[in-house]
């Protein structure tokens, strides 16, 4: 980022107007003036001024792309160029036609404008399914203008945070969001919450010392856009808008590219695949053209009719559609899609990136362990109190939670009695939140047990002390009870309670002491020490100078310690342990400290039990770091400074080395560092946060996943998909429903491509043997846009054949969408049948209306001669032109019921790829027998609807033409379960390797 | 996903392609090995073999269920198709133009009339019986030569002015010309419902202006006697009767439209889809 060189700590600009200064000043008195000035703030106009060098104090939103570029994105995806070049053929085959003086060359036009029609629409759909969930993303925005307190020319006013400008006084307090990166130059016990810009969950304290050179990690800077917890401070406005720490990493975000989806990869490794083999397809009967005799103008209009017939017109329909449903099942489920593409690369992901706060945690400080009675407690940390409770029957128990709720200064909001007590609001810091309300569910209601115990005297927490400590009354007697950090607060004990027995601190509790606090410590849990002495009545009078209470908490009792930690979310564990049993590696990645995020990896999963770092195997085995062979150590924790020092090309020894992985107080960059080495190992990637911090990764991810409650705006922004629980669980919601989109698009894929064959065949068949052509343009598009489109979509309503949560994510170099056994069983084999189908019913229909199959081949130049009105048939009888271009309407419509029957068939074998029909069961799923019942009925429909025959040549066919391909589909059908069966039987044999899409 | 994405140059597709063609190392043509592609093939083939082997099943049993002397149905043939002889067709439908002092334009149709009425002469005509009931011909038995039926006589002698024996040019070069009508075949069609179909000649649209025609047969009918049509198979020598007409009064140098209906129950002049079904329209224009 270059902080050095751009980022500015102070004031810019000309220097605002002074006091008038004479000539010799002293440097001294000139501070002096500043120091007026700061009390003074800027000056009415300045601030305009600068207003208007600056700009507004905030943040650009992302250049959003042009509506008009993101419909047009929609029209120009793999599937629509294709689509696009076929129009362009139709329309100069059309011209050729035409000029040639072609009867029925309009069916080319037609085919242009459908083509265009299909276009246009789906890519309406998917412009509109995008503008909705960016309006469903918009609405989080927080509209309401921020508001700030600013000292202007000695006055205290109330302004809109966006008119800050630099040098600007401003003072914040608990609550407040701060409206600019600023420099504290007074505080009072201040406490800002960081954590969406560093990832650390604890409160970090401001003041006006400068305690690092780093900006990001100095005190006396608090960052826009964070919260205030407690206490005052003013500061100087050092950067306001684009400029502030929270810009940058925004700007950063904007810069990264979205990489392509993985279904964006697959549909256009389709779309070659089908390009390829139309041009083949084409050149080659274009030759055979040419060889027969056709004149090349002629041949010519051929291949690009071969090439259009190739062009599968509903397979944009069936991918929009299909993606779209599954869009909105995951809505229903709390994630919500961006991209519609972005359902399935969930499915495809390898690896979770996974921010830790408020992802993986609660974002809470919560109690998690009590140590007393030599021993450690759990506590109940889950979110709904569910979980277990500990021992309390021990009388140390009765003294320390009796410590924990009068050393506390924090209280409930009043007004919350109904409200359950994980979720009421506290005035408080982050700790003594925690503590109050672990009180307050343990022990009872802590306002009456604070009324049963009065506070005398009270000496609030400071970073000298290291304890707090208050005096109360009880009964005849007063207790002080002191709380802090654990050393100090074992330095004023003299005893310990063990078993409601003070038995005196000696060097054997000492050490059980030090034992849990470094165990504690170590699960990256903040430990504090609770103690209290009993004293006689009177001995801290009211009004005691807090100062003077130190020395008479001396000697004191030992109750125990308290170790809390941000706990994880209940769900993730065990969504992290499906991660794992789906293939899925879960790496985290957070700002926060090593060791907080290595007990949080170990909590949930990610660091699975049994695991050990290199650290650990150097402790286990004592030998020195440098000498662990990695190989031993599944985990590894790597911190943001490690990373900084690391040549390119190790991370990613690093992460092929070890499975599982924590990074650790890592920086934006370095999260897009991490998301990239994943990527360069070719795993498709999921990011998952919710900060500004995140932003980036979440952008360069191959999907990234933003939390809806927590999230931040940038977050959203930069996110594909986000979900408004907050729950990591549904990210394998998600997971499971883009692995079943794929398989399930696979198989709709399949079934839309299997009538390309039999849609083409005639038309080859046309050329070659001169048959009347049995099937038009027109006709074509009924089946690919009408009839056909129902069924095909109805498959992404199919259940998933096996557990697909206990597979593999897919191999994107060898999982293709559409592999090459796919394309052959589809087009040459089934597709094949359908094409045997269709033309029997053809040869049927013609020779029952009077023309035998011989008579038919080389019949095409008489048969569509407009001068013959006498063409014999092979009966004698003599037909004019228009009685034949019924017939051959007929044609259409016997060929076009034959297509349909065997699609039935195909979409039936369709619903599974392994399983036997039977095992998955012909009826269950509903979507599909409704949808074959739909395209029966609009084949009859358009069959037997009057006018037909005119407007889009269909005849009304004779009933029993109907049943002529019948035998067929069910050939169709048992053909496939015997290659099932094959595949089902003899995994990896030859059978499976070709048959198996 | 980055290394999925990059971008070839089209020297490195060409290469990635010819390894595709032949991998030497992995001894893969076109992604399979030999042997496996012989497999592969010798499925596709037993594949196809079976396929074919029904389909031909299929055609075979089609063409043994199908009736040799009459179609199953005749959907589209609902009313015969009828046409015209001279037959000269133009950008818009049949158009019969000729210059009376230019022997050329004339003498062509001419000889499409001879060539035409060949197949009705006493010759070609001899395997026919002669007919004199003015009532449909029906034959339930196979009463002909090789288990066939009879077919009736139609010589063009019938056809007396315009039969092309006493006047060889068909009265092209008079301005009168001849012009022959004929009815489309169609198996077990009985025209007329009892009465003989007329051939009726008029102006288009303009029905007032008396055209002078002279019809042989008189009162241009197709006699009864010719149907119905029993097929190839059953009437192998069967011929179409014929209707000529000769226009007395055509004006000279102006394009006439002229439609020719058949009038008689069962046959339809007035779909608007078929112009030539029950009715031949043509455009006439004798210059001089």
Redesign the interface.
């Known amino acids: 980022m270059g902080k050095e060189e751009s980022y500015e700590l102070g004031p810019r600009g000309p220097a605002p107007p002074k006091a008038p200064k004479g000539r010799g000043r002293r440097k001294k008195e000139q501070l002096e003036d500043m120091k007026k000035e700061m009390d003074v703030g800027l000056v009415g106009a300045v601030a305009a001024e600068r207003l208007l060098r600056d700009g507004p104090n905030e943040l650009r939103p992302p250049r959003g792309t042009p509506e008009c570029v993101k419909f047009g994105r929609q029209l120009a995806g793999g599937l629509q160029c294709l689509m696009w070049v076929a129009a362009a053929i139709c329309l100069i085959a059309y011209g050729v036609q035409e000029g040639q003086g072609d009867r029925g060359s309009a069916d080319n036009l037609y085919l242009a404008i459908a083509l265009i029609a299909v276009v246009v629409v789906t890519g309406c759909f998917g412009y509109y399914q995008e503008f909705k969930s960016t309006n469903i993303i918009a609405s989080f925005k927080n509209l309401v203008p921020q508001q700030a307190t600013v000292i202007r020319e000695g006055d205290k006013l109330q302004i809109n945070a966006n008119e800050l400008v630099v040098g600007d006084l401003v003072e914040i307090k608990g609550g407040d969001r701060v409206p600019a990166d600023i420099r504290i130059i007074s505080a009072q016990g201040c406490k800002v919450d960081n954590s969406s810009l560093t990832g650390e969950s604890e409160p970090q304290t401001r003041s006006p010392e400068c305690t690092h050179d780093s900006p990001l990690e100095t005190r006396n800077i608090a960052f826009f856009s964070t919260m205030c917890l407690e206490g005052t401070a003013t500061g100087l406005v050092i950067n306001t808008g684009d400029r502030t720490i929270i810009g940058r990493i925004a700007s950063l975000a904007s810069g990264v590219e979205n990489?392509?989806t993985?279904i964006a990869?697959e549909i256009e490794h389709f779309v070659d695949i089908i390009a390829g083999l139309a041009i083949f397809f084409g050149a080659t009967f274009f030759v055979v053209a040419m060889v027969i005799g056709y004149p090349f103008l002629r041949a010519m209009v051929f291949f690009m009719a071969i090439v259009v017939a190739y062009v599968p017109e509903g397979l944009l329909a069936t991918v929009t559609v299909c993606l779209s449903l599954t869009a909105k099942r995951l809505a229903r489920k709390n994630c919500v899609v961006k991209n519609l593409e972005a359902v399935e690369t969930l499915g495809s992901t390898s690896v979770i990136c996974s921010d830790k706060t408020g992802t993986l945690t609660q974002n809470r400080m919560t109690v998690a362990h009590l140590w007393f009675d030599n021993q450690i407690h759990t506590a109940d940390t889950t979110e709904d109190q569910s979980g277990q409770s500990f021992d309390q029957s021990s009388e140390t128990w009765t003294l320390l939670s009796r410590v924990v709720t009068l050393c506390n200064r924090a209280q409930f909001k009043s007004g919350q009695e109904n409200v359950p007590v994980a979720k009421r609001e506290v005035i408080g810091d982050a700790s003594e939140t925690a503590l109050l309300k672990f009180a307050e569910v343990t022990v009872g209601t802590v306002s009456e047990a604070r009324g049963r115990f009065p506070k005398v005297a009270e000496l609030p927490f400071n970073s000298t002390n290291k304890f707090q400590l208050s005096v109360h009354t009880a009964g005849d007697r007063q207790l002080l009870v002191l709380k802090g950090a654990p050393e100090r607060v074992l330095e004023r004990c003299s005893t310990v309670m063990i078993k409601g027995q003070e038995l005196p601190l000696d060097a054997q509790w000492r050490e059980a002491f030090e034992g849990a606090y470094a165990d504690l410590g170590g699960r990256g849990e903040r430990v504090l020490g609770f103690c209290a002495r009993w004293l006689p009545a009177g001995t801290v009078a009211a009004g005691t100078d807090p100062e003077a209470l130190p020395e008479v908490a001396v000697g004191l009792c030992f109750a125990g310690l308290v170790a809390m930690i941000d706990p994880p979310r209940a769900t993730v564990p065990r969504a992290v342990l499906k991660c794992r049993t789906a293939g899925i590696r879960v790496i985290m990645v957070t700002g926060d400290h090593p060791i907080t995020a290595k007990a949080i990896a170990a909590a949930v999963g990610i660091i699975s039990e049994g695991s050990e770092t290199p650290e650990d195997v150097a402790a286990r085995l004592r030998v020195p770091l440098e000498q662990v062979d990695p190989r031993q150590a599944r985990a590894r924790v790597v911190t943001g400074a490690e990373l900084a020092g690391m040549e390119p090309g190790v991370l990613e020894g690093i992460l092929r080395a070890h499975p599982e992985m924590v990074f650790a107080r890592t920086s934006p960059q370095q999260k897009l560092v991490i998301v990239?080495s994943c990527?360069?190992l070719?795993a498709?990637v999921a990011v998952t946060g919710d900060g500004v911090n995140d932003s980036p990764a979440l952008k360069r991810a191959?999907i990234g996943v933003a939390m809806g409650i927590a999230g931040s705006d940038a977050a959203k922004n930069a996110a594909d998909m986000i979900l408004l629980d907050d729950n990591f669980a549904s990210i394998v919601t998600g997971v499971e429903q883009g692995r079943l989109i794929f398989d399930n698009l696979k198989k709709s894929i399949a079934y839309t491509l299997t009538k390309n064959i039999p849609e083409l065949t005639p038309y080859l068949i046309y050329i070659t043997a001169s048959v009347p052509l049995p099937l038009g343009c027109i006709t074509i598009l009924f089946i690919e846009l009408c009839t056909d489109i129902f069924p095909s979509v109805s498959l992404a309503y199919e259940r998933a054949e096996s557990d697909i949560m206990h597979l593999k994510p897919r191999n994107?170099?060898r999982d293709r969408l559409v592999n090459?056994p796919l394309a052959a069983y589809s087009y040459?084999?089934i597709g094949?049948?359908q094409s045997?189908a269709g033309?029997?019913d053809y040869?049927?229909a013609m020779?029952?209306?009077?023309w035998?199959?011989l008579l038919c081949l080389g019949l095409r130049p008489r048969w569509e001669d407009t001068?013959e009105?006498?063409l014999?048939?092979?009966?004698?009888?003599?037909?004019?032109?228009?009685?034949?271009r019924?017939?051959q309407y007929?044609c259409y419509t016997v060929f076009f019921i034959s297509i349909e029957m065997c699609q039935i068939a195909d979409v039936l074998i369709r619903k599974t790829r392994r399983l036997s029909l039977l095992q998955q069961g012909l009826f269950r799923n509903h979507i599909l027998v409704i949808a074959i019942v739909f395209q029966v009925s609009i084949g009859c429909f358009l069959c037997y609807c009057p006018g037909m025959p005119?407007i889009f040549n269909f005849m009304p066919i004779?009933f029993q033409w109907w049943f002529v391909p019948m035998p067929f589909g069910l050939?169709i059908l048992i053909y496939d379960e015997i290659r099932k069966l094959g595949v089902r039987r003899h995994p990896g044999s030859?059978w499976d390797r070709?048959l198996y899409y | 996903m980055a290394t999925l994405n990059e971008k070839k140059t089209c020297s490195e597709r060409m290469e990635n392609f010819r390894r595709f063609v032949w991998n030497p190392e992995t001894k893969l043509f076109m992604g399979r090995t030999l042997i496996n592609w012989v497999w592969i093939s010798l499925y596709y083939l037993a594949f196809y073999v079976v396929m074919t082997g029904l389909f031909a099943l299929s055609i075979y049993s089609l063409m043994r269920t199908v009736n040799p002397y009459e179609p199953d149905y005749q959907d589209q043939l609902k009313s015969p198709g009828v046409t015209l002889r001279p037959d000269v067709y133009g950008d818009r439908g049949l158009q019969i133009y000729y210059n009376i002092s230019e022997n050329k334009t004339w003498e062509r149709l001419v000889t499409t009339l001879q060539t035409f009425l060949t197949a009705y002469t006493p010759a070609a005509q001899h395997l026919n019986v002669n007919c004199t009931g003015d009532k449909y011909f029906i034959q339930d038995t196979f009463d002909g030569p090789n288990n066939t039926k009879l077919s009736c006589k139609f010589t063009s002698d019938m056809l007396q002015n315009c039969s092309g024996i006493a006047d060889p040019t068909f009265g092209f070069p008079e301005g009168k010309p001849c012009f022959i009508i004929k009815m489309n075949r169609i198996i077990k069609f009985y025209p007329g419902n009892g009465t003989a179909p007329r051939v009726d000649c008029t102006y288009v649209g303009d029905e007032s202006r008396p055209l002078e025609v002279d019809y042989y047969p008189v009162n241009g009918t197709f006699n009864l006697h010719y149907f119905p049509y029993y097929g190839k198979k059953a009437q192998p020598t069967y011929s179409n009767p014929l209707v000529a007409v000769k226009f007395l009064n055509i004006t000279r140098n102006v394009e006439l439209k002229i439609v020719c209906k058949i009038i008689g129950a069962g046959i339809t002049f007035d779909n608007v889809h078929d112009p030539y079904e029950g009715k031949v329209e043509f455009k006439l224009k004798i210059e001089d």
């Open positions: 990489e392509k993985p990869i990239e990527q360069r070719g498709i191959d994107p170099r090459e040459f084999q094949a049948i045997f033309f029997t040869f049927v020779a029952q209306e009077g035998w199959p001068h009105q006498e014999q048939d092979s009966y004698g009888q003599q037909w004019t032109f228009e009685q034949r019924y017939q007929t005119n004779r050939l030859w070709e």
